[in-house]
């Protein structure tokens, strides 16, 4: 949509006249370093240049009244700030989450608005939820001048999202949603939050998306359940090596002391994290050389990790992988985000992105009765004013 369609639209559901401004944050793809944002790891995300536009107007009262184009059968859907109350299902829980971490550390929303959300990321798994939380932050530390950084809103979604929606996440989806950058990927290390941006020149070729259109819910998936065998092979490792994280071991180390964790499974799941750090950090060098063969061989050593030591894809996501690897041009495919559904990220060549399209799309079909939809990645800027 553009301004005046926005416009247009926040008009009919809430009336026109007042201070309306528009706020963007865009959604995310990981191109390598899965499910290590929670194990202290590096990630190698960028932002794109689709994802949540939230057109706002203050109210004088305390109510908050929400409407998404998206969704326009659920009509306006009130709240109200003396009730910040998580709601099953509702995509307000996102916007109530944000005030309400807000109002923890002290930056009090006094006043209640009208919301207009419109959102166009392609699919799941591309970080819609960690898009609303970062276009509401952007949008309350402009209202109500809360001094707050981009990467203070990309913590405070974090914190929205662990703590009030329930899923915990690490930081990696609202960090790229909040400090994107066009034409480049963040190189981060969740840990300490220090962050690198990298030029994405990817010679000749394209980084494809496709939609497995296989939907998931992180929260109801296995994504906490990850997290604590995660946690549990920590604890069985800390018992004689003085770490606080997975991610701090190298390959070496976890070989040499990988019995000390004692469910197999839990074994398996911390290999996973020690190996894609290194494989990350790997990749990362491999871009920056323009060694394209070795950054694509990186993305399917990482795809096969979550789908054998992770157990982290499905059937409809195995056989986009599989077909996109048989493709002339590809360097490298594999799931990206949460898992258990969602997309898949490839390194295509140029000339080779709409045979890719026409014969992934076919297969996949064949092979699941499921049509996957594919984009070619544009990579944007992070949550910001738009008018």
Known sequence: MNKEELLSGFA????????IRGYFAPGRV????????????????CALNTGNTAVVRQR???KLRSFSANYPRLGILEASLDDLVKRNESWTNYVKGVIWVLEK?????????????????????????????????????DYYGFDLTPVDIACIGQEAENAFIGMNCGIMDQFASAMGKKGQA??????????????????????????????????????????????????DLQKALPVSALCQLTPEQFEANKSLIADPLCRMRAK???????????AVKALMANDLVTFGRLLNESGDSLRYDYDATCPEIDALVEEAR?????????????GWGGNTVSIV????????????????????????????????????RIF
Not at 12 to 19: I, P, Y
Not at 326 to 338: A, I, L, N, P
């Open 12 to 19: 009919k559901a809430f009336g026109g006249g007042g201070d």
């Open 30 to 45: 990981n191109l390598i370093g899965e499910h290590i944002d929670y194990n202290g790891g590096h990630v190698f995300p």
């Open 60 to 62: 004088d009262d305390r």
């Open 105 to 141: 550390r002290g930056m009090h929303v006094t006043k209640g608005f009208d919301i207009y959300i419109y959102g166009n990321i392609p699919g799941s798994g591309l970080s819609s939820s960690a898009a609303m939380e970062v276009v509401v932050g952007t949008m309350l530390k």
């Open 186 to 235: 963040i190189f981060l290390d969740t840990a300490t939050l220090e962050y690198q941006y990298v030029p994405l020149r990817l010679e000749g070729c394209k980084i494809v998306v496709t939609n497995s259109n296989k939907p998931h819910s992180l929260v109801s998936s296995h994504y906490n359940e990850r997290r604590q065998e995660c946690e549990k092979a920590l604890s």
């Open 272 to 282: 996973h994290a020690v190996y894609e750090e290194d494989r990350t950090n790997k």
């Open 326 to 338: 048989k493709q002339e041009g590809v360097y490298g495919s594999r799931e990206t985000g949460g």
């Open 349 to 384: 060549r140029e000339d080779c992105v709409e045979a890719f399209r026409r014969n992934v799309t076919e297969a996949y079909r064949e092979r699941t009765g499921l049509r996957c939809s594919v984009y070619e990645l544009e990579v944007g800027d992070g949550g910001r």
